[in-house]
């Protein structure tokens, strides 16, 4: 059973940083895609980013280009979003997400594994 586990949320002013982890357990994982998906309050689900775990190539949402960082580490199966320059629009809750298919399009698709979120809160 997979299980994926947030944290490093909370309350930041705007330009300013948070790295979120997300602790992964359940399965070895060199064939998975893992990432983060964001839900603002009344809006959908959007991607943010994704990391293959087994070659490292990223992904990002066009909103967090530039600004946010996807890493992960292998030894403690943890994946790590950096992100910086934070904007009121970041504000969200963010969700770990985990695809055992090892392709991106079916991360995006629709993730296999999710975590229970982590709240960011971007203050003007």
């Known amino acids: 059973q997979v299980q994926l586990v947030e944290s490093g949320g909370g309350l930041v002013q705007a330009g300013g940083s948070l790295r979120l982890s997300c602790a992964a357990s359940?399965?070895?994982?060199?064939?998975?895609?893992m990432g983060w998906f964001r839900q603002a309050p009344g809006k959908e689900r959007e991607f943010v980013a994704a990391v293959v775990w087994s070659d490292r190539r990223t992904y990002y949402a066009d909103s967090v280009k530039g600004r946010f960082t996807i890493s992960r580490h292998i030894a403690n199966n943890t994946a790590y979003l950096q992100m910086n320059s934070l904007k009121p629009e970041d504000t969200a809750v963010y969700y770990c997400?985990?695809?055992?298919?090892?392709?991106?399009?079916?991360?995006?698709?629709?993730?296999?594994?999710w975590g229970q979120g982590t709240h960011v809160t971007v203050s003007s």
């Open positions: 997400a985990a695809d055992s298919s090892g392709s991106y399009y079916y991360f995006l698709r629709g993730p296999g594994y």
């Open positions: 359940g399965r070895t994982f060199s064939g998975y895609v």
